[in-house]
């Protein structure tokens, strides 16, 4: 049973959500938090239902107004927390974190996140955005991912913000994949009978 942290609504800096140790949004649960990033740098946590029993979690880290810049050229900011499905949610809805992935405003820098499975143990994988442009890493199917990220300033400026990506994906009820396989049987069937019809 989670010990009730606190809504990421609350969570608006980044000495904030170090101090608090762990904040809740939906169902995941974002803990462990750790970064060399500046203090007053603004975190936000939003969610956007995608269809198809898909949530996106987005977590942003983003330079406040008049805040510290990032030492730039090539000197790493590292960023690393955990994502946690919570099962004891209410409306709960069984579900695996599908797909993770970043993007940075680095101005020539690049943010690499590195993903696992527990905290020291299997990589899941490794993607970099490059110049803002996202990264992708999906075929996940885990409840709990932990994050090893370094964000890079290049030579010609400084990053002012970088956002994590997290897509759950609802589990499919064995009711819905029995009648899917039903489907797939009978129009299997058809199939065949249009063949050997001709």
């Known amino acids: 049973m989670w010990a009730g942290p606190i809504t990421c609504a609350n969570v608006s800096t ?15 649960v974002f803990s462990g938090f750790t970064t060399t990033l500046p203090s007053n740098w603004q975190v936000t946590f939003s969610s956007h239902v995608q269809g198809g029993g898909t949530t996106l979690y987005q977590v942003q880290f983003a330079q406040s107004t008049g805040g510290v810049d990032l030492t730039p050229a090539g000197s790493p900011y590292n960023v690393a927390f955990a994502v946690t499905i919570d099962p004891t949610t209410p409306g709960y809805i069984p579900s695996y974190i599908s797909e993770v992935g970043v993007t ?59 956002t994590d990506y997290f897509f759950e994906t609802a589990t499919p009820e064995p009711a819905t994949m029995a009648l899917m396989g039903v489907g797939l049987l009978a129009l299997g069937g058809l199939l065949r009978r249009k063949r050997s019809a001709k």
Not at 15 to 28: H, L, W, Y
């Open 14 to 28: 980044v000495a904030q959500f170090v101090q608090d140790g762990s904040c809740e949004i939906g169902d995941k």
């Open 104 to 162: 940075t405003d680095t101005y020539n820098g690049q943010d690499t996140k590195s993903v696992f499975t527990t905290s020291g143990g299997a990589l899941l994988g490794t993607i970099t955005s490059v110049n803002g442009t996202p990264a992708f890493l999906g075929g996940l199917s885990a409840q709990t991912v932990y994050v090893q990220e370094s964000i890079t300033s290049g030579a010609a400026g400084t990053p002012d913000s970088a």
